[in-house]
């Protein structure tokens, strides 16, 4: 199940991740849409290049310096959170909308609550997949945490100063 | 000071529909302990010792008197009628039950405050300096700024889940009373040569386990352009400071690793693709935030008050509390005043409700209505004009308040420790209180002078040990609590890092210590030369030698079950509520 646009949806995309005795270089990527790790991505780059459907997924820890140049060619790119409490997919996030200008769907997964959502959402994400034992229904009423925010980011270029007149009391 | 628009009490009020929901959550099961623990840190929550305890912002440690009686009304309705005042200058309370903690934001909510961000790996509650606007030797009253790094740091979507707790201090006189250089930013507001406003940049400035002197990362970085350049290092330190060992997380040792010059290339690089964009100032928004800050309507008066000068001559206790309790102030005949937290018998920090009430009401009779906390764990009232002295100094002492400490010994800097926080490996107030009750000869210390000593009961270092003059650290050897002190710290103008003066000693055994060193100060001192500043000229050696020279006796009343725990004024005996069934 995949959040998208504040609605559950059925995800199209499966997502291959490695398992013990796996290697990136010798692991047989299936056909159809498939989310791949960076490792897988870029050992068999030379195979996997020509397949449009091919989405990219990266763990937090990988920096944005690591990813591919060309993000811009996947129609998905997934960060993984193996826990919540790090927050560097945060920084990478926006650093692929902002600065790599990625444009795609940015996916969260992993150990996501819905306590996240706000946050994620505001730094560029637009799909989520919840941990199983999360019930996604319930978690849609994270978005709706904040109905305003101080700073820009990437989901508003401008801090509140310069969105509204500000200084007024009811 | 700054009143929230519209703006402001919905977001703080969407926080509070947020938490209670997250508590529910928590108490119906659907939260395990792991997941709401980062959310409750984010609200200050901690579960102690004892219950939970839960810490409340005072965003640069200034609130009206409105806020005060509030933190009142919280002391009696939901904790033990007291609250402990913090170095963050923030106030915590110790003996909550987890199922009210959302009330208590909603009653924060009426008066325009929150405990957001006051705890938790993210951007804690701003600091400053407690004479902020008032002080004789500003050069740019610093609120304005620091309202403006609140809002931006209120929330940022991208750092709610930093490596490590992230601390900014900011100050605008020439005397650093904020103690920026150990902060992980520390922010001095500064004029350069045009007389643009704008900020020397410290960074990697911490306590703790490490202690680390912050290095000026940018000499200037003009006032527009500060939520981009602050915004640039921690989203540097987000992306490579350390989450495999929690103790090498802060942003301290990411720059020590790869040196300032890196870090500062890698911060540059990231300020140019932001710099110049929307994040940047405008006038119009300071103006908004600057006018929260106005001077009050200050009377024309004559530079000093001649009847208080008299009283000063005739009243030797008036004349002590003046001494140490009565600031100088930027304009003709006012002053500042710090209502001493420090009442013998009493924990450090440590306020009653009733206390809370009765300072309201001195900051609306004497001083506008607005008080500070101060980050040596007392209250001031930064506006009073002299005259008023004597009556005020009357109304402190009814209420507890105008013991002549501060800057003095007993003056002491301390964290809950052993007898509240789960972290501790030693008591702290109760070791403050043996060391209060050795030292109780006012003429003694005021002989000694001006001396900071500061007790932390663990390397989290909540009472700054390491920059005390005197840093006195709980640690656990075999399961027993043990201190070692150190020597020459200092907190700001410059500050240092105090030196360990070797092996450990016993609780029982630390009021000795402490005249042992006081006892080589007096011998070495020159005429007027204050206890830090023997200590730099002669270093610690001599102390040493005397502190070691003969066995130190423990003091047998220490022993006794009575220190176990505090008894006096707060009624720390026994837990009625505690969370870890």
Known sequence: ?170 | MYRYDNFDHRLVAERVAQYRDQVRRRLSGELKEDEFRVLRLHNGVYMQIHAYMMRLAAPYGLLNATQMRMFAHIARKYDRGYGHFTTRQNIQFNWLKLQDTPDILADLATVEAHAIQTSGSCIRSITSDEFAGVAHDEIIDPRPYAELLRQWSTFHPEFAFLPRKFKISITGATEDRAAIEVNDIGLQVVQDAQGEVGFRVLVGGGLGRTPVIGVEINAFVPWRHILTYVESIVRVYNEFGRRDNLYKARIKILVKAIGIDEFRRQVEEEWSLNKDGNSTVTQAELDRIAAGFTAPAYAALPQQDAMVLALQQSNKAFANWVKRSVKPHKVAGYSAVVLSLKQSGFAPGDATAEQMDAAAELAERYSFGELRISHTQNLVLADVKQADLPALWEAAKANGFATPNIGLLTDIICCPGGDFCTLANARSITLARAVDERFDDIDYLQDIGEIDLNISGCVNACAHHHVGHIGILGVDKQGEEWYQVSLGGSKGSPANVGKIIGRSFSFAQIPAVVERLLQVYVRERYEDERFIDTVRRIGIEPFVEYVYATPVAEDEKLLTPDYDLIKKGAPYDTPYYSPRF
Request: some cysteine; glycine content about 8%.
């Open chain 1, 1 to 170: 199940m995949l959040i998208k646009n504040n609605e559950i949806v059925t995800d199209e995309w499966s997502v291959l991740r490695l398992h013990e005795g796996e290697t990136a270089d010798r692991v047989i990527v299936p056909g159809g849409k498939v989310i791949v790790p960076l490792p897988v991505w870029n050992c068999q780059y030379e195979v996997l290049q020509g397949r449009t459907e091919l989405g990219l997924w990266l763990a937090g820890f990988e920096r944005a310096e690591d990813i591919p140049d060309d993000v811009r060619r996947f129609p998905v790119i997934a960060v993984d959170f193996h826990k919540f409490s790090d927050g560097r997919g945060y920084t990478l996030a926006y650093r692929l909308r902002k600065q790599m200008g990625y444009q795609g769907e940015l996916r969260a997964m992993g150990d996501i609550l819905c306590d996240q959502l706000f946050y994620l959402k505001r730094v560029g994400f637009d799909t989520f997949t919840l941990r199983a034992d999360k019930d996604p229904h319930a978690a849609l009423a994270g978005f709706a945490d904040f109905s305003l925010s101080y700073q820009a980011s990437v989901d508003t270029d401008a801090p509140l100063f310069r969105r509204v007149t500000r200084g007024e009391i009811l």
